[in-house]
């Protein structure tokens, strides 16, 4: 068996710096797919918690009417229209702090979204890049072996080719 030659261990360093790329690009794609899952996650957590704030804000205000017609009821008070102006406004406050609500939600959601968006992005191009990166070592390592390949040596490919075929008789 021949010694390996310069043109040789161009093509393995080739094949081995590609195989790192790959391995890396596999590595940043893991990374990004739990990245996604978690931001996914949070924005369920935040849509949860945004309903328990609503909840929570709807069940003072109806605390506090509860709370407004037992003063009236105690008071002998009928149907009056301040008690029924309060009652409005307390309503009306209700309705303007679940929309508040709602729109915190849907901001914090939103962040949630462009990040999903912003890291699936990020993968794409890393891996456009991963495997320029990669197709680029191939053919220098592949330029290097034509350049120092030394008279009569056979080819990478014919070698591997001649290896396979010996392999195969046994």
């Not at 390996?4 to 393995?12: K, L, N």
């Not at 710096?17 to 790959?22: N, V």
């Not at 931001?39 to 369920?44: D, I, S, V």
């Amino acid at each position: 068996m021949s010694a390996i030659t310069p043109a040789t261990m161009f093509m393995i360093s080739a094949g081995i710096s590609t195989a790192g790329t790959i391995m890396q690009l596999n590595a940043q794609r893991a990374a990004a797919a739990e990245m996604t899952r978690r931001y996914e996650q949070e924005a369920k957590v935040a849509e949860f918690e945004g309903l328990q704030a609503e909840l929570a804000r709807r069940r003072e205000v109806e605390q506090i009417l509860a709370n407004n017609r037992a003063v009236k009821g105690a008071s002998g008070v009928g149907e009056s229209r301040s008690f029924l102006a309060i009652q409005q406004d307390v309503r009306n406050v209700l309705e303007k702090d679940l929309k508040n609500i709602k729109f915190n939600t849907n901001k914090v959601v939103t962040s949630y979204d462009r990040a999903i968006y912003n890291n699936k992005l990020d993968t794409r191009y890393s891996t456009i890049g991963a495997l320029a990166s990669a197709s680029s070592t191939i053919v220098n390592g592949w330029q290097y072996h034509d350049m120092y390949l030394q008279k009569g040596e056979k080819t990478f490919g014919q070698k591997v080719i001649g290896f396979k075929n010996r392999i195969m008789r046994g």
